[in-house]
């Protein structure tokens, strides 16, 4: 059995392979969960399949935001089950989004801030998550009506999204202190479905989605799974 934390650190030590993460992803499936979208790698331009979660919206005038692919739309469901069961409310504001609708966001956004500071906070239209309905925006009962910030990472809801989200197969997609690999700020409330298995691997290994897809396409998380088991074994 290998250790997580030792495989955790020869896996973040990937990152002094790279002088920097503007790389492009080469014939990616837009139907793979583990599709790669940030600011290289544009969202599929194909029509997604996306269904409306059985949850509740932040408010009523984002009822109509908060669709997803029906895989992600099911898991979301779960975790706000088990956020329910910790004694936790959750509530969902914003899922899948069209490239004209992450466009006037983006646009807002510029026109508000600059397009410099726009672009820590908001993908340009084309390479947003929210166009491959898998990720979604959330909030929690403690932190409602404040919108989305920092301060729900530091709230209850936004802890136990932290600590447990992985086991429903979603991870914090922009992570603190990783702006210089995901190229964004940090996002507690914004999480991405990428499967249980990847999900679990991610928070296992603490690294970013970036520093995980170049394990997985480079195959090396097997790679590094032996490492880690000969040098228990040498020990």
Avoid at 97 to 120: L, V
Wanted: proline share 5%; net charge negative.
């Amino acid at each position: 059995m290998f250790s997580f934390r030792a495989l955790a650190s020869l896996a973040l030590g990937l990152t002094l392979m790279f002088d920097s993460w503007g790389y492009v992803m080469p014939h990616q499936d837009p139907t793979d969960i583990l599709i790669l979208v940030n600011k290289q790698n544009r969202a599929p331009a194909v029509p997604v399949t996306l269904v409306k979660p059985d949850v509740t919206p932040t408010r009523e005038s984002v009822a109509e935001n908060i669709y997803m692919r029906p895989e992600a739309a099911s898991a979301l469901e779960a975790l706000f089950e088990g956020a329910a069961e910790a004694g936790l409310t959750l509530y969902a504001t914003s899922g899948y989004r069209s490239y004209s609708t992450q466009k006037a966001i983006f646009d807002r956004k510029a026109a508000e801030r600059g397009e410099q500071a726009a672009n820590r906070s908001v993908a340009k239209p084309g390479y947003s998550e929210h166009q491959t309905g898998l990720a979604m925006d959330i909030e929690g009962e403690t932190t409602l009506g404040t919108g989305l910030t920092e301060a729900f990472g530091e709230s209850p809801e936004g802890i136990w999204v932290a600590e447990h989200c992985h086991e429903y197969g979603f991870i914090i997609r922009y992570p603190k202190d990783k702006t210089n690999i995901t190229g964004y700020i940090y996002e507690p409330w914004h999480i991405r479905y990428v499967g249980v298995e990847a999900a679990t691997e991610i928070t296992e290994l603490g690294v970013t989605f970036e520093e995980y897809i170049l394990m997985v396409r480079g195959d090396r998380i097997e790679e590094l799974k032996g490492d880690v088991m000969q040098d228990e074994e040498a020990s």
